[in-house]
């Protein structure tokens, strides 16, 4: 079964399963500021043209918190809460995403990794896949 | 921006709640009739009117003002997500300063627990389904544990204030929430965990609601009202956000604190006033760590004494500079659009001295504070004579 994104642009998904995803980033040829999602205009010096680039994928979680009710875009109602993060990467942009893990796994400053999670199959057959941070 | 010559004519508000047998337009007829009356005036009176909402659907504003009458008047529509009242106003208020209108009507309405039964169905696709997959709690909760890592504070912090607004809206009888009890610190913590370390009596409701303000020129105002005291607007500020290094993209966000801080120095700076000089303050507090915040960023005390200024008691009726009398969104409710005009109901009623058991002594300033989708903030200032 493929494996296809949940929305195109903002996320690899390697062939080799041991191979970690990566975010599709800009960075700015005239100031070097890195964002992240991909984006034409520099947010900081107005730049027309930012370039392709990977992030991640590890970064530094900034902070987090467990929803102790079920996620809106997950169909099954039996899932009792899930984390939310926002965790710095490395080259700057600070990424909010889904969290793997319980209410007592999460602490200011650790390291996580880029990670994908398969939501289920689409029309095609296809299995769709969001990008999520684990421990 | 500084507002020089405008004054508020009148204020009128339906109380907050679940509404599930009236519809938007009914809403905003009773809430605009109420202001109309409150300024004496019908309509006919109204040179132009700003009709706020957060409910997408097209021209629904003007649909609503057709219930008031169809006097032909320029009718203008304003969506800001939660600041949308407020900026409903600021508009309202420059159409008088500015001298192209001599009476202005500000006019929001929203069916909040239709947009809430609505929300699990309908996230959309794509980037918007990336954007939108967390609970608004869950973002505010992000702000609160960064807090709890930074400053010490504790849970019971945030509980102190959402029990303080709740006390004030028992003394409000526009607030939806009215407990029949004192509220206590242990029974806001001991409510259902929603995002740690925000409980439920933390957050504010989903409400249906409408609120109107009627702005007129002073001259206007001082004619047609000379028995009551008047309350003019002095300064509004709106920004959004300026970029910084870690700025999050994607995502339902809080958005930069510093936005809060700006906007309130703009505000001060047009109205050559300070916190010093205000009497009560009406904040976003959605959820009760906000308020935390705001005391800091609107300037009430530095960076990392709010705790202190809370339980001291500063902020609660009675203290130096009370916040949320009304109860604020979490106890009088926050349909959206309309809460900004909400705010400015209760700061007029509060500077005309018409409060009642929640009157704040002598109060003559008052400051009203929104922030909306993360993504703008509206600071503004009101005196009256």
Known sequence: ???????????????????????????????????????????????????????????????????????FAKKDGSVEGYGVGQVDLPEGPRVQAILVGGPDDFEIGMTLELDLEDLGPNRDGDEVVIYRFAP | MRIDGAAIAGIGMVRFDRHPHRSTSELARDAGLAALHDAGITLADVDEAFVGYIQPAAMIGIKALKELGLTGLPVTH??????????????AAWAVASGRAEVAMAIAFDKMTDMARGSANSRGTGRD?????????????????????????????????????????????????????????????????VASPLTAMMACPADDGAACVIVASTEWVRRHQPDRRMVRPIASALQSEAYSPGHTFLG????????????????????????DDLHLALCHDAFANEELEYYELLGFCGEGDGEKLLMAGDTALGGRIPFNTDGGLIARGHPGG?????????????????????????????????????????VNLFESD
């Open chain 1, 1 to 71: 079964m493929a494996r296809v994104a949940i929305e195109d642009g903002y996320f690899t998904i390697p062939d080799d399963p041991g191979e970690a995803p990566r975010l599709l980033g800009s960075r700015c040829p005239s100031c070097g500021e890195h964002f992240f999602p991909r984006r034409m205009v520099c947010a900081k010096c107005l730049h027309e043209g930012c370039a392709d680039v990977l992030l991640g994928p590890t970064g530094r979680l900034y902070t987090w918190t467990y929803v102790h009710v079920p996620l």
């Open chain 2, 338 to 378: 309309p809460t900004g005009l909400a705010m400015v109901h209760e700061i007029v009623t509060q500077l005309r001295g018409e409060a009642g058991a929640r009157q704040v002594e002598g109060a003559r300033r008052g400051l009203a504070h929104l922030v909306g989708g993360g993504s703008v903030c509206t």
């Open chain 2, 129 to 193: 389904q990336l954007d939108s997959t967390i609970l608004p709690a869950a973002y505010f909760a992000l702000w609160a544990q960064r807090r709890m890592h930074d400053h010490g504070t504790k849970p019971e912090h945030f509980a102190a204030i959402a029990a303080k607004n709740w006390n004030h809206g028992a003394l409000n009888p526009l607030s939806h929430r009215q407990p029949d009890h004192t509220v206590t610190v242990e029974e806001v913590l001991a409510s259902r965990m």
């Open chain 2, 252 to 275: 339902p966000v809080v958005g930069p604190a510093t936005m809060t801080a700006t906007t309130a120095r703009l505000a001060y700076e047009d109205a050559g006033l300070g916190p």
């Open chain 2, 78 to 91: 304003i969506e800001n997500a939660s600041a949308t009242g407020l900026v409903a106003f600021r508009e």
